[in-house]
T-cell receptor, first 111, second 109 residues
Framework: SQTIHQWPATLVQPVGSPLSLECTVEGTSNPNLYWYRQAAGRGLQLLFYSVGIGQISSEVPQNLSASRPQDRQFILSSKKLLLSDSGFYLCAWGQPNQPQHFGDGTRLSIL | QKEVEQNSGPLSVPEGAIASLNCTYS??????FFWYRQYSGKSPELIMFIYSNGDKEDGRFTAQLNKASQYVSLLIRDSQPSDSATYLC?????????FGTGTSLTVIP
């Protein structure tokens, strides 16, 4: 069966610090991978998606970036965090026209 | 115009009643349609998917799709307090995935 791992579960970072969130998927090949952010009480905002290694589509221009160094690994990064980067970050995987499946999420607080 | 529109609610129903959640979408090329449930502080979990016009039933849940009207709905029969959550509608024409902002449902004991 397929599983998705996302870590850490919670993170508290100072403004201006770097960020690296990692997501890995097991049990499937060449999945589409997605990063979302959800502000408190709000909907899902798609940040990045990837259909293959090294292929990243950015939906929202901001100080975040994403990379896919391996087929089942998706990394979200920032060089300098802003207060507005606080939120619930979700990684998801799926195949075309199939359901997306989410990791448990990372709750990021910026101080 | 948003790709997927949902009434944000909140929707309140008494325990045992039918909860009806609605969703409209704009991309006529959408091929697959999903309903997710999200409890507060948790990640969304898939509860239903539908690909063809008509109804699809799974336990207490029924998804309804009308592609001509670009309309998807979710019915929850015999609503339970544990059904209290935010329900997200999602559609995809392929690789892109579009989520609505969700409808908050409260089931009152």
């Amino acid at each position: 069966s397929q599983t998705i791992h996302q870590w850490p579960a919670t993170l508290v970072q100072p403004v201006g610090s770097p960020l690296s969130l990692e997501c890995t998927v097991e049990g499937t090949s060449n999945p589409n991978l997605y990063w979302y952010r959800q502000a408190a009480g709000r909907g899902l905002q798609l940040l990045f998606y990837s259909v293959g290694i090294g292929q990243i589509s950015s939906e929202v221009p901001q100080n975040l970036s994403a990379s896919r160094p391996q087929d089942r690994q998706f990394i979200l990064s920032s060089k300098k965090l802003l207060l507005s980067d606080s939120g619930f970050y979700l990684c998801a995987w799926g195949q075309p026209n199939q359901p997306q499946h989410f990791g448990d999420g990372t709750r990021l607080s910026i101080l | 115009q948003k790709e997927v529109e949902q009434n944000s609610g909140p929707l309140s129903v008494p325990e045992g009643a039918i909860a009806s959640l609605n969703c409209t979408y704009s991309d006529r090329g959408s091929q697959s349609f999903f309903w997710y449930r999200q409890y507060s502080g948790k990640s969304p979990e898939l509860i239903m998917f539908i690909y063809s016009n008509g109804d699809k039933e799974d336990g207490r849940f029924t998804a309804q799709l009308n592609k001509a009207s670009q309309y998807v709905s979710l019915l929850i029969r015999d609503s339970q307090p544990s059904d209290s959550a935010t329900y997200l509608c999602a559609v995809t024409p392929g690789n892109q995935f579009y989520f609505g902002t969700g409808t908050s449902l409260t089931v009152i004991p």
